[in-house]
């Protein structure tokens, strides 16, 4: 097998063994994957609930001031617009976690 | 001017600016050539991340597709866009930290295994491929209709361009020429959108105009197409015909195969840090946003306009753009009850329908059909034209540093100098070019249904395995390689014996579960992560330095000493 250079490199990082260090990036981690479960259920109620699940008895409905059928709507138009907003608002949550814990990699902010 | 003269000005302009890119941007160092020396800007990557995503399907065939689908073809609008949420979150953050410069890289050195990491080069390969033979079909298709050269003609040029960037500048060309390639195909998709939402319902932005009334009748749009549709036999457009359970396979395979598929990943690789990485994915599904939420009011409009214009309208007095598309055998007319006139009708009408219409000739004919001026139809041409050229060049890209880095440098030739492989990587991007073109003129007959399936291969082999890599310490090389092996196979398996073995058995009462052979990579990929995590616990877990690989990936700090280790 052959060495790839950041595995060799990896080892030898002092941040990673510090208990302190440790610790602080085990809750950073946490953090990051409480985020990630609620933007995801977010992602899955209006794409998977709304635009195919629940799209017949949504369709019964209209966007007020619009002739779109609710459902038809979530599936062809909104769980877009809501997909774009998800990664913005992550974009944002981590990049201030990042700074909170210390893990942000500098540079203008 | 001439429709054809405008044609080729506008195409004749584009592909001066790419060339003039190429020249300006060419490659150095491997770094360059892979990932373009990770100097990208996360505004300029998410534009080119854009147009390698929007290939000829995008911008030709989808609104085409939705446009006969109705509600169904939403699978394409969730599906083609979901995705990129997946990445965002789940992906492109810690694959950018790992700093590699392509996906088996990371498969290979997360599950310490030679063996992972052939079977990732293996998979990336052929998805890339049935992909790139599609393109250039693409772009054969849009020269010989708009600039009445032969098909064959129209591919050798679509070649010698993404040659000329593709080969000499790498990743670093490809991406400034995508760039470009971005604003001429969302120029191109928009204009026409704008010019026939404001002529059939008076509102310049068509997401809204999608959703207003139809100025010919004072209807609700929706509601008027909806009422065509009973009245000539179709099922409603906004109802649709599939089962449920089959558009949430079909939207999750897509979903998890945008987030799976090795030339939108590598896109990531070409930020400066982490924190671009993230962002870079935003701005490319808005950017991504800006045509599929365009496309279903395109599919409408065209849906509407094609009705009106040729339903029980006596063949003798045609429009133009008729006679222009049978001359492709794209449109016929079969007169079936001898009236002279055309009768266009669904399944459910008393009456035998008599027109066929290429679903891939909606979004062009467009502009004929709804009479726009010359110009624009030129420009839909070099927008069809830059979708096709900029996808290709980033799927060489991964043909070609699949062979020159993961088969060469990290597998069997590690002793070869940066200049070698710069070499290696430089004629394998060639023989992709030429290889690409050769299945551009001589399609196999699949390749247009196998493209589709690429989804369903990436989603239920590579996406269990990159996730769970960074979010799974326990995840073992035995589990990855069984999962990978196994959700590919199950996936691949099940395609072939609905679409080439058997296919007179390709309906629903025979499919597993009611899912289709699209959206049975779903079920691949359930499967992979069931093995992958089973398999997992029962073997020994993986050496203490991937476990610090894993740790360091997850933080962001430090993806500049990251990438420098491994360059």
Same mark, same amino acid.
């Given at each position: 097998?052959? +060495?790839?250079?950041?595995?060799?490199?990896?080892?030898?990082?002092?941040?990673?063994?510090?208990?302190?260090?440790?610790?602080?990036?085990?809750?950073?981690?946490?953090?990051?994957?409480?985020?990630?479960?609620?933007? &995801?259920?977010?992602?899955?109620?209006?794409?998977?609930?709304?635009?195919?699940?629940?799209?017949?008895?949504?369709?019964?409905?209209?966007?007020?001031?619009?002739?779109?059928?609710?459902?038809?709507?979530?599936?062809?138009?909104?769980?877009?617009?809501?997909?774009?907003?998800?990664?913005?608002?992550?974009?944002?949550?981590?990049?201030?976690?990042?700074?909170?814990?210390?893990?942000?990699?500098? @540079?203008?902010? | 001017?001439?429709?054809?003269?405008?044609?080729?000005?506008?195409?004749? *302009?584009?592909?001066?600016?790419?060339?003039?890119?190429?020249?300006?941007?060419?490659?150095?160092?491997?770094?360059?050539?892979?990932?373009?020396?990770?100097?990208?800007?996360?505004?300029?990557? @998410?534009?080119?991340?854009?147009?390698?995503?929007?290939?000829?399907?995008?911008?030709?065939?989808?609104? @085409?597709?939705? !446009?006969?689908?109705?509600?169904?073809?939403?699978?394409?609008?969730? @599906?083609?866009? %979901?995705?990129?949420?997946?990445?965002?979150?789940?992906?492109?953050?810690?694959?950018?930290?790992?700093?590699?410069?392509?996906?088996?890289?990371?498969?290979?050195?997360?599950?310490?295994?030679?063996?992972?990491?052939?079977?990732?080069?293996?998979?990336?390969?052929?998805?890339?491929?049935?992909?790139?033979?599609?393109? $250039?079909?693409?772009? =054969?298709?849009?020269?010989?209709?708009?600039?009445?050269?032969?098909?064959?003609?129209?591919?050798?040029? %679509?070649?010698?361009?993404?040659?000329?960037?593709?080969?000499?500048?790498? $990743?670093?060309?490809?991406?400034?020429?995508?760039?470009?390639?971005?604003?001429?195909? $969302?120029?191109?998709?928009?204009?026409?959108? &704008?010019?026939?939402?404001?002529?059939?319902?008076?509102?310049?932005?068509?997401?809204?105009?999608?959703?207003?009334?139809?100025?010919?009748? =004072?209807?609700?749009?929706?509601?008027?197409?909806?009422?065509?549709?009973?009245?000539?036999?179709?099922?409603?457009?906004?109802?649709?015909?599939?089962?449920?359970?089959?558009?949430?396979?079909?939207?999750?395979?897509?979903?998890?195969?945008?987030?799976?598929?090795?030339?939108?990943?590598?896109?990531?690789?070409?930020?400066?840090?982490?924190?671009? *990485?993230?962002?870079?994915?935003?701005?490319?599904?808005?950017?991504?946003?800006?045509?599929?939420?365009?496309?279903? *009011?395109? /599919?409408?409009?065209?849906?509407?306009?094609?009705?009106?214009?040729?339903?029980?309208?006596?063949?003798?007095?045609?429009?133009?753009?008729?006679?222009?598309?049978?001359?492709?055998?794209?449109?016929?007319?079969?007169?079936?009850?001898?009236?002279?006139?055309?009768?266009?009708?669904?399944?459910?009408?008393?009456?035998?329908?008599?027109?066929?219409?290429?679903?891939?000739?909606?979004?062009?004919?467009?502009?004929?059909?709804?009479?726009?001026?010359?110009?624009?139809?030129?420009?839909?041409?070099?927008?069809?034209?830059?979708?096709?050229?900029?996808?290709?060049? =980033?799927?060489?890209?991964?043909?070609?540093?699949?062979?020159?880095?993961?088969?060469?440098?990290?597998?069997?030739?590690?002793?070869?100098?940066?200049?070698?492989?710069?070499?290696?990587?430089?004629?394998? /991007?060639?023989?992709?070019?030429?290889?690409?073109?050769?299945?551009?003129?001589?399609?196999?007959?699949?390749?247009?249904?196998?493209?589709?399936?690429?989804?369903?291969?990436?989603?239920?082999?590579?996406?269990?395995?990159?996730?769970?890599?960074?979010?799974?310490?326990?995840?073992?090389?035995?589990?990855?390689?069984?999962?990978?092996?196994?959700?590919?196979?199950?996936?691949?398996?099940?395609?072939?014996?609905?679409?080439?073995?058997?296919?007179?058995?390709?309906?629903?009462?025979?499919?597993?579960?009611?899912?289709?052979?699209? =959206?049975?990579?779903?079920?691949?990929?359930?499967?992979?992560?069931?093995?992958?995590?089973?398999?997992?616990?029962?073997?020994?877990?993986?050496?203490?330095?991937?476990?610090?690989?894993?740790?360091?990936?997850?933080?962001?700090?430090?993806?500049?000493?990251? +990438?420098?280790? !491994?360059?």
């Amino acid at each position: 097998m052959t +060495h790839s250079s950041s595995d060799d490199g990896a080892p030898a990082r002092p941040s990673v063994t510090d208990p302190e260090t440790v610790a602080r990036h085990r809750q950073y981690w946490r953090i990051n994957v409480r985020y990630l479960a609620i933007l &995801i259920s977010i992602w899955f109620v209006v794409s998977y609930g709304f635009g195919i699940v629940l799209a017949d008895a949504l369709n019964a409905y209209r966007i007020p001031g619009t002739s779109y059928p609710v459902g038809f709507w979530f599936a062809q138009q909104g769980a877009i617009y809501i997909f774009v907003i998800l990664i913005f608002v992550y974009v944002r949550l981590m990049n201030r976690l990042d700074r909170e814990f210390e893990v942000d990699e500098g @540079g203008d902010a | 001017m001439t429709v054809t003269a405008w044609t080729f000005l506008l195409v004749a *302009a584009s592909f001066a600016l790419y060339i003039g890119i190429a020249v300006w941007s060419r490659a150095g160092s491997t770094k360059d050539f892979y990932v373009a020396g990770t100097g990208v800007s996360p505004l300029a990557n @998410g534009m080119a991340t854009a147009a390698d995503w929007m290939s000829a399907a995008s911008f030709i065939s989808m609104a @085409g597709l939705i !446009s006969f689908m109705g509600y169904d073809g939403s699978v394409y609008l969730m @599906g083609w866009t %979901g995705g990129y949420v997946l990445l965002a979150l789940l992906l492109a953050p810690y694959l950018r930290k790992y700093g590699a410069f392509t996906v088996p890289d990371f498969v290979g050195d997360r599950y310490y295994s030679q063996l992972a990491r052939v079977v990732a080069v293996v998979c990336a390969i052929f998805v890339s491929f049935t992909y790139v033979a599609g393109q $250039m079909r693409g772009v =054969g298709i849009v020269f010989s209709r708009f600039l009445e050269v032969d098909v064959n003609f129209g591919v050798l040029i %679509g070649m010698g361009i993404v040659f000329s960037y593709a080969v000499l500048g790498g $990743m670093k060309g490809i991406t400034y020429t995508q760039v470009a390639q971005y604003c001429v195909l $969302m120029f191109a998709y928009l204009v026409p959108a &704008i010019f026939l939402s404001l002529m059939i319902t008076g509102n310049p932005i068509p997401q809204l105009g999608l959703g207003g009334v139809d100025q010919g009748t =004072g209807m609700a749009l929706l509601e008027r197409l909806d009422g065509l549709h009973r009245e000539l036999g179709f099922a409603p457009y906004t109802e649709g015909t599939k089962s449920t359970l089959d558009v949430f396979f079909i939207t999750a395979a897509l979903m998890v195969g945008t987030a799976g598929l090795p030339h939108v990943i590598i896109r990531f690789y070409t930020v400066p840090r982490v924190r671009d *990485a993230r962002i870079s994915a935003g701005w490319a599904l808005l950017f991504i946003a800006f045509l599929y939420t365009t496309a279903p *009011a395109v /599919a409408v409009f065209a849906r509407t306009n094609l009705i009106d214009s040729v339903q029980d309208v006596p063949y003798r007095s045609v429009p133009e753009w008729f006679t222009n598309w049978e001359a492709t055998g794209l449109v016929t007319f079969e007169d079936a009850n001898g009236d002279g006139r055309i009768q266009y009708v669904g399944p459910e009408s008393s009456m035998t329908n008599e027109l066929t219409v290429d679903r891939d000739i909606m979004v062009l004919a467009n502009p004929e059909i709804a009479n726009l001026p010359p110009w624009v139809v030129g420009l839909v041409a070099a927008g069809g034209l830059a979708a096709a050229l900029s996808t290709a060049a =980033g799927l060489l890209l991964v043909i070609s540093s699949a062979v020159s880095h993961d088969l060469l440098k990290r597998s069997f030739r590690p002793d070869i100098t940066e200049k070698q492989e710069l070499l290696a990587a430089r004629i394998a /991007a060639g023989v992709a070019v030429v290889i690409a073109g050769y299945f551009g003129i001589n399609p196999p007959g699949f390749v247009a249904q196998v493209v589709a399936f690429a989804f369903g291969l990436a989603a239920s082999s590579f996406f269990p395995a990159i996730v769970l890599g960074i979010f799974s310490k326990r995840t073992t090389r035995e589990g990855a390689i069984l999962g990978m092996i196994i959700g590919i196979s199950f996936t691949a398996a099940y395609i072939v014996y609905f679409k080439f073995v058997r296919p007179e058995l390709n309906t629903a009462e025979h499919w597993w579960f009611g899912i289709s052979p699209e =959206g049975i990579g779903t079920l691949g990929m359930m499967l992979n992560f069931v093995v992958t995590i089973v398999v997992s616990r029962l073997t020994p877990p993986p050496p203490p330095q991937v476990q610090v690989l894993v740790d360091l990936i997850r933080v962001p700090r430090g993806a500049g000493e990251a +990438h420098e280790l !491994s360059a």
